[in-house]
Structure formats: structure tokens, C-alpha cells
């Protein structure tokens, strides 16, 4: 069962319009939630993150927005540039013991077209 | 220090052969994470270290897995006996941990196929 569901595989978009990655979950515990980007060949790298205490966080073009009444985040990115053609993970964690291990969706494919 | 390093890159062997892959975290990281990596699936969660202590290894996927990381430095996962079904990328991380806010460092995995 995933916890953790990134439904759409792909997106595609034009450069300088809106990218909108969604990520749900289903594990009420979870109450810290990141988002990676991974390009091919390479690691994930981390982008950025949210705590359940707040409902939006903001780095640059990227902005988390969390709505924990629908167990839903999102991902904006604006402008989209095509350097941010990558995968992009959703990730939660849960204070279970104090570990927080991270729990991944299955990744969205983001594709931005010159 | 540019980051987690992973060796060898890639790996293939022969069903039933054992495998050792090494992971070099960020050094003044304290937490070191082992994770596989299927196609079309995020990362899965096998095991990680606090220092020299696996603190989690239920996870690993069969006693066939073992992680060690002696002197809490370096860490090396070994899967004895491989399996085709043991084909995957597998990535190690690193983190330094202040609390719940903390994010994960990846190394660029080493990619094992079993043949």
C-alpha cells in the first residue's frame, strides 16, 4: 500500500508558464514532507520541504503548499525553465521514534519545453 | 568535500555471486542511509546508521542484505548469493541531524544488474 502517491508519471510544460507537481498521502503520522529533484544518472537532490505546522514555504521559483485537512502537497515552480526538466519525488516522514525516514512516492516526470 | 561518493558506479554479476558496495557520506554527517531504486519507483528504504549503530535494518529486503559502517565513517552493503531480482540502482545518503527539520544528501548509486 502507498503511503506516499504521486499520481501523475509526467508533465509536460512550456518555459516560463507554471509546473504544478501534486503528491498525495495517506499516513496521518506524517508531519514533515520534502520534495527531491533527480536528473538521470544522478542522486536525488533535495529542493525543498515543509513542516505540517506551516502551509506554505517558499525558495525562489519553488513553493511547497501543504494542506493537511486533504493530506495533499503541492509543487509550483515559476517560472519553469528547461533546466528543471527532471523527476521530482515527494517525500514524507513521520516521527516514528525520531527516525523521520523519509517515505518516496513514485516520482512525476517534469518535461519543460523551450 | 564534495558530497556522498559511491563505489563501483555500476556493478554486474553473476546470479549467485556475493556483492559489496561502499558509500563515503559527507563527513560531518552523523546519519547514513541505505536506499534501492527500481525503475519507475521512488526510493525504498533499506537500513541507516547514527554513527557506528544501525539503528534500523528490519527493512533490509532478505537476510541476504547486510550494511556495516565500522568506526562510523564509510558504510558498505553486501548482498550475498544475488538474484536477478536484486537488479536496481542502490543509493546511499547522508544527513546531519538537528531534529525533524533535516534533508537527506543522495550519492549518484551504484547501479547493480545480475545477469
Known amino acids: 500500500d502507498q503511503q506516499v502517491k504521486q499520481n501523475s508519471p509526467s508533465l509536460s510544460v512550456q518555459e516560463g508558464r507554471i509546473s504544478i507537481l501534486n503528491c498525495d498521502y495517506t499516513?496521518?503520522?506524517?508531519?514533515?514532507f520534502l520534495w527531491y529533484k533527480k536528473y538521470p544518472a544522478e542522486g536525488p537532490t533535495f529542493l525543498i520541504s515543509?513542516?505540517?505546522?506551516?502551509d506554505k514555504n517558499e525558495d525562489g521559483r519553488f513553493t511547497v503548499f501543504l494542506n493537511k485537512s486533504a493530506k495533499h502537497l503541492s509543487l509550483h515552480i515559476v517560472p519553469s525553465q528547461p533546466g528543471d526538466s527532471a523527476v521530482y519525488f515527494c517525500?514524507?516522514?513521520?516521527?516514528?521514534?525520531?527516525?523521520?525516514?523519509?517515505?518516496f512516492g513514485r516520482g512525476t516526470s517534469l518535461i519543460v519545453h523551450p | 568535500d564534495t558530497g556522498v561518493s559511491q563505489n563501483p558506479r555500476h556493478k554486474i554479476t553473476k546470479r549467485g555471486q556475493n556483492v559489496t558496495f561502499r558509500c563515503d557520506p559527507i563527513?560531518?554527517?552523523?546519519?547514513l542511509y541505505w536506499y534501492r531504486q527500481t525503475l519507475g519507483q521512488g526510493p525504498e528504504f533499506l537500513t541507516y546508521?547514527?554513527?557506528?549503530?544501525?539503528?534500523?535494518k528490519s527493512r533490509l529486503l532478505s537476510d541476504r542484505f547486510s550494511a556495516e559502517r565500522p568506526k562510523g565513517s564509510f558504510s558498505t552493503l553486501e548482498i550475498q548469493r544475488t538474484e536477478q531480482g536484486d537488479s536496481a540502482m542502490y543509493l546511499c545518503?547522508?544527513?546531519?541531524?538537528?531534529?525533524?527539520?533535516?534533508?537527506?544528501?543522495f550519492g549518484p548509486g551504484t547501479r547493480l544488474t545480475v545477469t
Open positions: 545518503a547522508s544527513s546531519l541531524v538537528r531534529g525533524p527539520s533535516y534533508e537527506q544528501y
Open positions: 499516513n496521518s503520522m506524517f508531519d514533515y
Open positions: 515543509i513542516s505540517s505546522i506551516k
Open positions: 517525500a514524507a516522514s513521520g516521527g516514528s521514534g525520531g527516525s523521520y525516514i523519509p517515505t
Open positions: 563527513s560531518e554527517h552523523n546519519r
Open positions: 546508521f547514527q554513527n557506528e549503530a544501525q539503528l534500523e
